[in-house]
């Protein structure tokens, strides 16, 4: 509240400074905000002497007590690996076929490789492993490469199409279109054909024409009814479960062009034991065979 000059009774009254006419009110701070303030300053003072606090050529001051937060970390990291190990005890030479016949270390494998999956793998099959567009869906019983325990960990170990590793898993569809081995009108007959044996909407005419044209550049690897090779990676073509997208456009598309998906091999890259772990953790998802 400002006083008026005049009247000096109007209010705190001024600390003798003036310029210009302008004059400094005596307003004091109140005596609470003044001991908090002291005690601020006080209780950063023993902060300073007990705990690190001021940086300084080569580090910081460690304070009398010696604390640090990395260090707890640490330990409580440290402690966590060996809970986990202790848990694990015994799991590496478990064979994995064997593995379910073990409840608890199953559990602790499942756990192990969820933790796993968040770091490595939700990237490209996402948190809930649903997976997406050009991603496999880990959730559902659909497997391009096998779903067993076994399958899984080879697949995990080798990945898809990974050059340099002779033990890969290796397929390459055609690119019909692209390559010139089929017509526009060759490609779209075997799209309707596709779409009959999946149970969609299609022209029967064309479709009729598409399954002579699907068994002579098809079959060998789709099979002969379009359900799937898994020793080529060639999915089943007659459920409702796509890859790539299962509408026309989308089944044009990768006979015109192709698909090629891309796994890493894992082997050399992580330890066996986080494999073994995330090979537990996927086929526990649901749709483990």
Same mark, same amino acid.
């Given at each position: 509240?400002?006083?008026?000059?005049?009247?000096p009774?109007?209010?705190?009254?001024?600390?003798?400074?003036?310029?210009?006419?302008?004059?400094?009110? &005596? =307003?004091?701070?109140?005596?609470?905000?003044?001991?908090?303030?002291?005690?601020?300053i006080?209780?950063?003072?023993?902060?300073?002497? +007990?705990?690190?606090?001021?940086?300084?050529?080569?580090?910081?001051?460690?304070?009398?007590?010696?604390?640090?937060?990395?260090?707890?970390?640490?330990?409580?990291?440290?402690?966590?690996?060996?809970?986990?190990?202790?848990?694990?005890?015994?799991?590496?030479?478990?064979?994995? &076929?064997?593995?379910?016949?073990?409840?608890?270390l199953?559990?602790?494998?499942?756990?192990?490789?969820?933790?796993?999956?968040?770091?490595? !793998?939700?990237? !490209?099959h996402?948190?809930?492993?649903?997976?997406g567009?050009?991603?496999?869906?880990?959730?559902d019983?659909?497997?391009?490469?096998? /779903?067993?325990?076994?399958?899984?960990?080879?697949?995990?170990? &080798?990945?898809?199409?990974?050059?340099?590793?002779?033990?890969?898993?290796?397929?390459?569809?055609?690119?019909?279109g692209?390559?010139?081995?089929?017509?526009?009108?060759?490609?779209a007959?075997?799209?309707?054909?596709?779409?009959?044996i999946?149970?969609?909407?299609? =022209?029967?005419?064309?479709?009729?024409?598409?399954?002579?044209?699907?068994?002579?550049? !098809?079959?060998? !690897?789709?099979?002969?009814n379009?359900? /799937?090779?898994?020793q080529?990676?060639?999915?089943n073509?007659?459920?409702?479960?796509?890859?790539y997208? /299962?509408n026309?456009?989308?089944?044009?598309a990768?006979?015109?062009?192709?698909?090629?998906?891309?796994?890493?091999?894992?082997?050399?890259? +992580?330890?066996?034991?986080?494999i073994?772990?995330?090979?537990?953790?996927?086929?526990?998802?649901g749709?483990?065979?």
């Amino acid at each position: 509240m400002s006083a008026d000059p005049k009247k000096p009774e109007s209010g705190p009254g001024t600390t003798g400074h003036e310029w210009d006419g302008i004059e400094e009110l &005596n =307003n004091p701070l109140p005596r609470w905000w003044l001991w908090i303030f002291y005690a601020s300053i006080a209780f950063s003072l023993v902060w300073v002497v +007990l705990y690190p606090a001021i940086p300084i050529p080569g580090g910081y001051t460690k304070g009398t007590l010696g604390y640090s937060g990395r260090t707890e970390g640490e330990q409580a990291l440290a402690a966590l690996k060996a809970q986990r190990a202790e848990a694990l005890k015994g799991f590496d030479a478990v064979p994995l &076929n064997e593995l379910k016949n073990n409840p608890q270390l199953m559990q602790a494998a499942v756990e192990g490789g969820r933790s796993a999956f968040k770091i490595y !793998c939700i990237q !490209c099959h996402g948190t809930g492993a649903a997976g997406g567009k050009g991603y496999p869906n880990l959730n559902d019983d659909d497997w391009l490469w096998g /779903g067993s325990m076994e399958e899984i960990h080879a697949t995990l170990v &080798n990945g898809v199409r990974q050059p340099g590793n002779d033990d890969t898993h290796m397929s390459l569809m055609p690119a019909f279109g692209k390559d010139g081995l089929l017509t526009k009108a060759q490609i779209a007959d075997v799209t309707e054909h596709v779409l009959a044996i999946s149970g969609q909407e299609h =022209n029967a005419a064309m479709a009729a024409r598409g399954s002579a044209t699907f068994a002579q550049q !098809c079959a060998s !690897c789709h099979g002969p009814n379009g359900e /799937g090779m898994r020793q080529f990676g060639a999915p089943n073509l007659r459920d409702a479960i796509w890859l790539y997208g /299962g509408n026309r456009a989308d089944i044009t598309a990768t006979i015109t062009t192709a698909r090629a998906g891309v796994m890493p091999a894992w082997k050399g890259h +992580l330890p066996e034991s986080t494999i073994r772990q995330l090979t537990a953790y996927v086929h526990s998802l649901g749709g483990g065979e």
